[in-house]
Every structure is written in structure tokens, then in C-alpha cells.
């Protein structure tokens, strides 16, 4: 087993300085379903809802991919991935994108010990969102997609996980509010529950009528009070309504993408830092650093990470020219960056090599509570400081930064 654990501190809105910590643990033997349960404080009660509580937590299913040593992500996210599932449609699995990007191997265990074998079917770079289609018979009831816009603050959710009710938390919705995360992704009105999932990786949120509003992307940490609490971060459903049948045909969203430069970014008080590059992305071959300071984007001031992928996503699609202003080492200049889509950094199921099949006697992924959302690379990762400085890059693996942008509760 190793641990690593990164401390950001940064200053979110009201001026509360907030600390986030990321802890994530892996073991060589991932230990099967029995082997854990959410504590029973928090587990839900079928006597508190009035939709048939084990029914609906049976259509949440596990993830477990695996992906070739040479992807594009292999650092950043790890080549055995493993999380959570819902099942939406005849054999249809929506989950979390970074479970199977690139993945070259899909399966989906059932909370009963059956194992299925999956095809990663599309993924959506702007949700995260990802599509897995069984290739055999779940014999389950898809869960019908609930209306996320609708829902409100302290509303009573379940985050549900395989295994059904031991492996799930009963919660209330804490925050909605935007999110900005440091691989140039951002969500204008994500929900965050509380308590947190320890498996919350692609966790089905469900809402008090038994419908999907949501599925499990993160966890931070927020102060509150003197104490510290986890939260889970969701991806509302109502993004996934209008690019399903998209993700169906296609595997992706059938519109140009948007210009993507690989910068790892961090918002430290009121600047966007360079925290890492992408190796042989936009940005490197740019010349980019980390630790560059990025102080506008076509000549408009910016001060948040929000700011700076509005302003990005603003200029066109992916292979515009985006003009950037740069400190460095008491140097201000510009720089021109050709942008590209992320997509094709990133290996495609059909341009894989296929491998020898694996076989499992039953679910052997699913017991690690912290490994929910990614396996971190086994290279430790450096405590990140101040300046951002000491975020591991190009050719090492990024930290992972949950929920840089403080919550306003």
C-alpha cells in the first residue's frame, strides 16, 4: 500500500482560507465486496424513502478498467481504474469519465458477484461524463434520469454505490455552486453533497423520488467550524439530457471541440498559476513553465480559473490561436499557443491492440474506499507549494487538485 497526500491552501471567496487535502490509498490486492461497508450511521434506511430503496440501488453497478501503459493518461490517472456506475438504459452504464478513458478493457460488476464485460462506449470532455455498454445481459432495472435544476439546497439524496444499501450514504445536497478544476475543466453549477462517499468515483446520486440526478466525480475537504468535512462533488444529469443520443452514436458530442492547451493550473490569491504541462501538448511545445503566472488571455485581465477557461473557450474551437500574457522570473511577455482537442492525445478502444481477456472469480475491485475516483501513479507525488512550484511535471504524475474553489456555505 502506498499514500500520498497533498495539502493546497488557497483563498476562495468571503476570504476564508481554506485547506484541501487529498489523501488516496492503493493496494496490489483489491478486496471484494464484503470486505468493507459504509459505516452504518450513514448507510440509508428503506423505511425513509418512498421509492423501493434496494430496487433503485440495485441498478448501480462497478467499473473497472484497465489501460495501456503508453495512453496519454496512464500518469495522471493510472492504468487500473476502478469506481461506480449506473445503469440508464438496455445494457447503457453512464459513470465518470476518467474510468474509462482510454481504457482497452471494461467490466461491470454486479452488487450480486456477477462480472460483465463492457465496451467503453463515449466519453465527454466538457461534463466528464462517460458512456459503457454491457456486452452481456445485467438483468436489472435502468434507473430513470431525475431533473438536477430542480433540486435544492439540504435536499435529502442518497450517493449510491455497488453493493447496494451498506456500500451507500444516505446525505443532503450542501452546495451548488461553480467548480473549477486544474485540468482545464469547469462546471457552472455543480451540486456537492455532504457526507462524503468513500467510493464516490462515478456514484449514482439519487434524488428523494429514486431518480439519477447525478453522478460522483470528486472529493474535498472544506473547514467549517473548526472541523474538517468531506464533501463529494457531482456532475448534475441535466448536462447529460441534451448530448446522450451523441454519446450513443458517436462517442463524443457531435460539435467542434473546444481548444485545449494541456496546462495544469492552480487559482492562488486572485492569480492562475501554471502548476504543471501536459507532456507534448499545446503548451509545451509553447515553451510554457510551471510557475508561469497567466495574467490575461487576449489582452483581457483575468483572475480566476473560471475567468481563464471562459476566456479560452471563448475564442473558437480547438486550433484557434490563443493569445496569452506570461509572467516569469520578473518578465512579462506574450506568447501565441496553438490550441488543439484534447480528444486526440488520447487513445481510441479502435486503435488498441487487444490483449488476453481477464478473467475474475468475482468483484476483486471494489473494497479500497479511498481509491474510488483514481488510482494515483506509483510515483509519490511532491507537496505543492505556495507558488505551485512543486507540483511534479512533464514525464512525472500531476496531484491531484480537488476543489480548488472554496465553498461558499
Not at 434524488?207 to 472544506?222: D, H, M
Not at 512533464?394 to 491531484?400: D, H, I, L, P, Y
Request: hydrophobic share 40%.
Amino acid at each position: 500500500m502506498f499514500t500520498v497526500q497533498v495539502d493546497i491552501v488557497v483563498a476562495p471567496r468571503f476570504f476564508r482560507t481554506t485547506v484541501i487535502k487529498l489523501q488516496v490509498e492503493q493496494e496490489s490486492c483489491m478486496p471484494s465486496l464484503t470486505e468493507w461497508k459504509v459505516p452504518l450511521a450513514v448507510q440509508p434506511r428503506a423505511e425513509d424513502y418512498a421509492f423501493d430503496l434496494e430496487r433503485v440501488l440495485a441498478s448501480v453497478v462497478g467499473v473497472h478498467s484497465i489501460i495501456p501503459n503508453d495512453a496519454f493518461t496512464a500518469d495522471t490517472l493510472g492504468v487500473e481504474r476502478a469506481g461506480n456506475g449506473v445503469l440508464i438504459g438496455d445494457g447503457l452504464v453512464l459513470t465518470i469519465g476518467y474510468l474509462i478513458t482510454e481504457a482497452e478493457t471494461v467490466w461491470l460488476h454486479l452488487g450480486d458477484g456477477r462480472v460483465v464485460e463492457g465496451h467503453a462506449l463515449g466519453f465527454d470532455q466538457e461534463s466528464g461524463f462517460g458512456l459503457v455498454q454491457a456486452l452481456g445481459r445485467l438483468d436489472l432495472d435502468p434507473l430513470p434520469l431525475g431533473a438536477s435544476g430542480a433540486t435544492e439546497i439540504d435536499d435529502r439524496v442518497v450517493v449510491g454505490g455497488v453493493g447496494g444499501r451498506t456500500r451507500s450514504v444516505a446525505g443532503r445536497i450542501a452546495a451548488k455552486q461553480e467548480f473549477a478544476g486544474y485540468w482545464e475543466y469547469a462546471l457552472d453549477d455543480a451540486i456537492f453533497t455532504y457526507p462524503a462517499h468513500p467510493n464516490w468515483g462515478g456514484a449514482g446520486l439519487i434524488s428523494a423520488r429514486g431518480e439519477l440526478i447525478g453522478i460522483g466525480s470528486l472529493q474535498i475537504e472544506r473547514v467549517r467550524e473548526g472541523r474538517n468535512e468531506h464533501l463529494n462533488m457531482v456532475v448534475p444529469i441535466d448536462l447529460l439530457k441534451p448530448i446522450l443520443e451523441d454519446l450513443r452514436r458517436f462517442g463524443r458530442v457531435n460539435r467542434p471541440a473546444r481548444p485545449w492547451l494541456g496546462v495544469f493550473s492552480a487559482e492562488i490569491d486572485d492569480r492562475v498559476v501554471v502548476a504543471g504541462i501536459a507532456p507534448k501538448g499545446p503548451a509545451a511545445r509553447a515553451e510554457m513553465k510551471p510557475g508561469d503566472l497567466i495574467l490575461a488571455v487576449r489582452g483581457e485581465k483575468i483572475s480566476s480559473q473560471m475567468q481563464f477557461y471562459h476566456q479560452l473557450w471563448a475564442l473558437g474551437t480547438a486550433g484557434v490561436d490563443v493569445p496569452l500574457t506570461l509572467y516569469r522570473e520578473g518578465d512579462t511577455f506574450n506568447v501565441s499557443v496553438k490550441s488543439s482537442d484534447r480528444a486526440k492525445f488520447q487513445k481510441r478502444r479502435s486503435c488498441i491492440e487487444q490483449r488476453p481477456r481477464l478473467a475474475f472469480q468475482q468483484a476483486p475491485w471494489s473494497g479500497v474506499a479511498r481509491m474510488a475516483s483514481a488510482p494515483c501513479p506509483a510515483s509519490s507525488c511532491d507537496r505543492a507549494s505556495r507558488s505551485a512550484r512543486g507540483f511534479p511535471v512533464q514525464g512525472g504524475a500531476v496531484s491531484w487538485q480537488m476543489g480548488q474553489k472554496g465553498l461558499a456555505l
